[in-house]
């Protein structure tokens, strides 16, 4: 996007990156550099570094609630408890699964399946990324079983390009102002990207 704000981000993984980036289209930015794509301890090891960065540019940090017991907001306050005007650190709860069962219409679609079979209330799953598995397993498509669900007895919790498919869904079909409606987290964190882009072109 041509002349549009360039923000940087912080990611657990490589779905994450393509959600992020998404999210800052969105939201009338531009993606720059995206960090991080090695797990959640790298994000906390760095998250000071990030914060200090947001002092005067807006930055978008992103992790996953997982199955941490407390609830976002005291997850935020451990994680940076004075955080800088520009930052967006945002939590998906529990999963960046969650935000994208949200938009149930596209995903069953994309998979392949019944959209009366997508849970109404995905930030209230205890393991979305399971939850995704099993909706691919029940998929009327082929490839999107082969690619998506792993092999019997290989001991892995999702398929060999489970990463890759679930990239093509979100730059390709997912709409984050619909599942928006269904994940509140989301909301949240597309509110924020705006906030910050708004008061720095401002």
């Given at each position: 996007?041509?002349?549009?704000?360039?923000?940087d981000a912080?990611?657990?993984?490589?779905?994450?990156?393509?959600?992020?980036?998404?999210?800052?289209v969105?939201?009338?930015?531009?993606?720059?550099?995206i960090?991080?794509?090695t797990?959640?301890?790298?994000?906390?090891?760095?998250?000071?570094?990030?914060?200090?960065?947001?002092?005067?540019?807006?930055?978008?940090?992103?992790?996953?609630?997982?199955n941490?017991?407390?609830?976002?907001?005291?997850f935020?306050?451990?994680w940076?408890?004075?955080?800088?005007?520009?930052?967006?650190?945002?939590?998906?709860?529990?999963?960046v699964?969650s935000?994208?069962?949200?938009?149930?219409?596209t995903?069953?679609?994309f998979?392949?399946?019944?959209?009366?079979?997508?849970?109404?209330?995905?930030?209230?799953?205890?393991?979305?990324?399971?939850?995704?598995?099993?909706?691919a397993?029940?998929?009327?498509k082929?490839?999107?079983r082969?690619?998506?669900?792993p092999?019997q007895?290989?001991?892995?919790?999702?398929?060999?390009?489970?990463?890759?498919?679930?990239?093509?869904?979100?730059?390709?079909?997912?709409?984050?102002?619909?599942?928006?409606?269904?994940?509140?987290?989301?909301?949240?964190a597309i509110?924020?990207?705006?906030?910050?882009?708004?008061?720095v072109?401002?």
């Open positions: 996007m041509d002349g549009a704000l360039i923000i912080a990611v657990e993984g490589i779905i994450d990156e393509a959600v992020a980036q998404k999210l800052i969105g939201a009338g930015g531009s993606p720059g550099t960090y991080g794509k797990g959640k301890a790298f994000l906390y090891q760095k998250i000071q570094g990030f914060n200090n960065a947001a002092k005067t540019w807006p930055w978008l940090v992103l992790v996953d609630l997982d941490d017991k407390e609830c976002a907001p005291p935020c306050t451990r940076v408890p004075d955080p800088s005007p520009y930052l967006c650190f945002r939590v998906a709860v529990r999963e699964e935000w994208l069962m949200a938009d149930s219409e995903l069953a679609s998979l392949g399946i019944s959209r009366a079979i997508i849970p109404k209330d995905p930030e209230g799953l205890v393991d979305p990324k399971r939850e995704m598995v099993n909706l397993r029940r998929s009327r082929e490839a999107i082969k690619d998506m669900v092999r007895g290989s001991g892995r919790p999702v398929g060999p390009a489970y990463a890759s498919r679930m990239i093509e869904y979100v730059q390709n079909y997912w709409r984050p102002e619909v599942a928006a409606r269904r994940a509140d987290s989301l909301g949240r509110a924020c990207l705006r906030r910050v882009i708004k008061e072109v401002a």
